[in-house]
């Protein structure tokens, strides 16, 4: 029988094998994954915005450091995973224009505001707490250079998450104004932290298929109720309330019951109308600009080299 390049790929996704760079794949795989990756390495970058801004104000040496090296871990995993998008014949360049232009999306939970040093351990706990949530089935994901890229950011992450928590334990074990800084910043990120898992089921238009090719192994729904459960228990020991009236356990489900997060909220910063939206974006177009005179220098010098190697 001839090959047929088609057959052998929905074998290898149907036997969960990993589908690598050189393989045939439908154009609509190729397509759903530069987009997946490329918009998860725009988060990755965009999402050192909101902590760095608290690098040159951290209380001590110690939280400088701690923030410092998280910061330099995201712009890594963004260029990771740029990598990874590369692989399928995505050009960074145009991608970042894309992100730029407003083509290409990053994740919603970078457009809010980071008021208080608080906001740094709570986005380590809720945003890469649930990173962790998402980012931990992604190592399974078919597409090989994408699985194993976030093996390397899996472990990353979890530093991230638990300098975070001992962040807050250490505020909670300060005075009353520490602890209403908490409580506060644990208000303002509790429902955006929800969002990062997209939409409900019913309404995730790339779920579908993405489960299907195993890209995605578990729904928006899922992995949002795999974060309320293992942060409800974290939330007890700090001793700060999560703000949802209805947040409780279900013994007949096994999981805790929550309320709906405000899906016309997610829409609204998704199209661009968030609190930080403009000013992240104006943040990477300036950045980029500014850094055009090295990429062209790198350029030139790998161009020298280039030469010299043919003489
Ligand atoms: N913010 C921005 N856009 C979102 C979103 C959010 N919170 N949730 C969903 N969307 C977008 C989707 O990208 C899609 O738009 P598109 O078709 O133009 O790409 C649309 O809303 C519908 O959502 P779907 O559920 O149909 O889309 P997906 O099947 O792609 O699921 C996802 C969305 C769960 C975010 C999935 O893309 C994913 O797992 N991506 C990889 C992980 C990622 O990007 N995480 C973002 C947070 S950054 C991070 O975790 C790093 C850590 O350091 C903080």
Not at 8 to 22: C, G, H, L, Y
Not at 28 to 48: D, F, K, N, P
Not at 197 to 206: A, K, L
Request: proline content about 6%; hydrophobic content about 35%; some cysteine.
């Amino acid at each position: 029988r001839p090959y047929d390049p088609e057959a052998a790929f929905e074998n290898t996704i149907a036997r969960d094998q990993r589908i690598e760079p050189r393989d045939w794949m439908p154009d609509a795989y190729r397509a759903t994954l530069v987009r997946q990756i490329a918009q998860h390495a725009h988060s990755e970058i965009i999402g050192m915005q909101p902590e760095g801004e608290w690098i040159t104000r951290a209380p001590s040496l110690r939280r400088k450091a701690i923030l410092f090296a998280k910061v330099q871990d995201e712009a890594g995993h963004g260029l990771y995973l740029y990598s990874a998008a590369e692989t399928l014949g995505a050009d960074r360049t145009e991608l970042t224009e894309r992100l730029i232009d407003g083509g290409q999306k990053y994740s919603s939970i970078f457009n809010y505001p980071t008021r208080t040093f608080a906001d740094v351990g709570v986005i380590g706990w809720f945003v890469d707490g649930a990173a962790i949530c998402n980012q931990v089935p992604l190592c399974r994901t078919s597409y090989g250079p994408y699985g194993r890229a976030m093996v390397r950011v899996c472990k990353e992450e979890s530093f991230h998450q638990r300098q975070g928590y001992e962040l807050l334990l250490t505020m909670m074990r300060g005075t009353d104004e520490q602890r209403a800084m908490v409580q506060d910043a644990v208000d303002r990120w509790w429902w955006p932290s929800l969002m990062m898992f997209g939409p409900p089921d019913d309404d995730s238009p790339n779920s579908a298929r993405s489960m299907a090719w195993r890209i995605k192994r578990h729904s928006n729904d899922q992995l949002r109720q795999r974060f309320v459960d293992m942060t409800v228990p974290q939330a007890e020991k700090l001793g700060v309330t999560l703000p949802d009236p209805d947040l409780r356990w279900n013994d007949g489900r096994g999981h805790h019951d929550f309320s709906a997060p405000d899906w016309e909220e997610l829409k609204r910063v998704v199209s661009g109308d968030g609190p930080c939206n403009a000013e992240r974006i104006a943040r990477r177009r300036a950045a980029h600009e500014e850094g055009a005179w090295v990429r062209r220098a790198a350029a030139a010098h790998a161009d020298k080299r280039k030469a010299r190697l043919r003489e």
